[in-house]
């Protein structure tokens, strides 16, 4: 029994540890871990003096107290959002779509950037293309993964799960285990969020052409449109393992393709073009071939309209 009190207190510490580096303030945050660290120091002096009882009851109303704070959090759509995630997707139906807020920022630094955002009318009948598009900022292992629908008439959309923070709140890995961020996912054009990421953060970006029938295109779009209303109506949470920019867009497919079967690849998301080229999905070639082709350089951006940069991202798909 000493045992397992031993490893459900140490447990608990790691997890109110991280949540409280989830939540709290930067000046908070040590002070806070440091009491935490001193009440384990006090427990583990307490078994040693044969007072285990006491430390169980401690630390079963302290778990008890930390699960009724993460069962009660609820998500909102109403908090002072920072700009970039200021506007959902959503889209009015109809014989074209309607999407009210479509994200064209300019970004000159990562701090400095030209907001706007603009109403688009699509035709889901006249959608020629999907693409994968990849940034890994750190581990190669970890990417984060955005769709991008190309139209008849020369315009990509690109939808991106991303993690919805407030002004002045920052952003930790951890925060996402704790239901620190709301969820959202934004619609946006090729210049703002590819330019960003190869010339503004130099992430690595690959780009993947997916072969899909226009129907299953058609659907596909229309399912993220669903799901992005369904937000608009009821708040999520985001979460680092189970509701990410990866694992969301997976179970909008699973909408319209039931058979798809969960995958490594899905957590470990820098790997992802392996599973799509399990799947058929993915142009003729060896998987080192398809990256190689896949990696956007950095750019600039030489003031070409949208149409041609969306054009140029795919010069190496069209040799």
Same mark, same amino acid.
């Given at each position: 029994m000493t045992v397992l009190l031993l490893v459900a207190?140490?447990?608990?510490?790691?997890?109110?540890?991280? +949540?409280?580096? !989830?939540?709290?303030?930067?000046? *908070?945050? %040590?002070?806070?871990?440091?009491?935490? /660290?001193?009440?384990?120091?006090?427990?583990?002096?307490?078994?040693?003096?044969?007072?285990?009882?006491?430390?169980?009851?401690?630390?079963?109303? +302290?778990?008890? !107290?930390?699960?009724?704070?993460? *069962?009660? %959090?609820?998500?909102?759509?109403?908090? /002072?959002?920072?700009?970039?995630?200021?506007?959902?997707?959503?889209?009015?139906?109809?014989?074209?779509?309607?999407?009210?807020?479509?994200?064209?920022?300019?970004?000159?630094?990562?701090?400095?950037?030209?907001?706007?955002?603009?109403?688009?009318?699509?035709?889901?009948?006249?959608?020629?293309s999907v693409d994968l598009i990849m940034s890994i900022w750190s581990s190669p292992l970890i990417a984060h993964t955005m769709v991008s629908f190309g139209f008849a008439d020369g315009r990509h959309l690109v939808i991106s799960g991303e993690t919805r923070r407030q002004k002045g709140d920052r952003f930790t890995i951890t925060g996402g285990f704790f239901r620190r961020f709301e969820l959202i996912l934004i619609a946006a054009d090729e210049r703002d969020v590819v330019h960003l990421r190869t010339d503004v953060r130099r992430e690595k970006v690959s780009i993947f052409p997916v072969l899909m029938t226009p129907e299953a295109r058609r659907a596909l779009f229309l399912a993220f449109i669903n799901h992005g209303n369904d937000l608009a109506r009821k708040a999520a949470w985001y979460n680092t393992i189970t509701s990410n920019c990866t694992t969301v867009p997976f179970e909008i497919v699973r909408t319209i393709n039931r058979k798809l079967r969960y995958d490594w690849r899905l957590i470990f998301s820098g790997h992802l073009p392996g599973y799509l080229k399990k799947l058929g999905v993915l142009p003729p070639g060896t998987m080192d071939e398809l990256r190689a082709r896949a990696v956007l350089p950095v750019s600039g951006d030489d003031g070409t309209d949208d149409a041609a940069y969306s054009q140029r991202l795919r010069q190496a798909w069209r040799v």
């Open positions: 207190m140490l447990g608990l510490a790691a997890v109110l540890w991280f +949540a409280l580096d !989830a939540h709290l303030p930067v000046g *908070l945050i %040590r002070p806070l871990q440091g009491l935490v /660290a001193v009440v384990v120091l006090a427990g583990l002096a307490a078994i040693w003096f044969g007072h285990a009882g006491a430390v169980w009851w401690g630390w079963a109303g +302290a778990a008890a !107290a930390f699960v009724i704070w993460y *069962l009660t %959090r609820i998500p909102r759509n109403d908090k /002072a959002w920072i700009p970039e995630v200021a506007h959902g997707l959503t889209g009015r139906m109809g014989r074209n779509i309607t999407i009210p807020h479509v994200r064209r920022f300019r970004w000159i630094t990562k701090k400095e950037v030209v907001e706007a955002w603009e109403p688009w009318e699509v035709d889901p009948e006249a959608i020629t």
